[in-house]
């Protein structure tokens, strides 16, 4: 069993920050790569930002060098961080974690973040 909750959204302005955090709480996140995923405004879902158990981490063209992902294993709960700089309004949407590849069962409420110009 599993539980994914995201935190962190808000309003903010074109070239302001935010930082997204997620709990992940049971075992099974663990042991798998963790993703950060948004939806747009009439867009499906898409992965921006991959953490490897490894620490390795790749990100999608549309945020590389402004937003950075990074993970802390804890005892029986994972937190996944996403920070963003830089932002532009079309990163606007909510914002969930889940595992790469994604676990269905686990999709939390995500995190609404919106970009004004």
């Known amino acids: 069993q599993g539980q994914l909750v995201e935190s962190g959204g808000g309003l903010v302005q074109a070239g302001g920050s935010l930082r997204l955090s997620c709990a992940a709480s049971?075992?099974?996140?663990?042991?798998?790569?963790m993703g950060w995923y948004r939806q747009g405004p009439g867009k499906q879902r898409e992965l921006v930002a991959t953490?490897?158990?490894?620490?390795?981490?790749?990100?999608a063209d549309s945020v590389k060098g402004r937003f950075t992902s990074y993970r802390d294993n804890g005892k029986n709960t994972v937190t996944v961080y996403l920070q963003m700089n830089s932002l532009k309004p079309d990163d606007t949407g909510v914002y969930y974690c889940?595992?790469?590849?994604?676990?269905?069962?686990?999709w939390g409420q995500g995190t609404q973040v919106t970009v004004s110009s």
């Open positions: 049971g075992s099974i996140f663990r042991f798998l790569s």
């Open positions: 889940n595992a790469v590849p994604p676990q269905a069962p686990y």
């Open positions: 953490l490897t158990l490894s620490g390795g981490t790749n990100y």
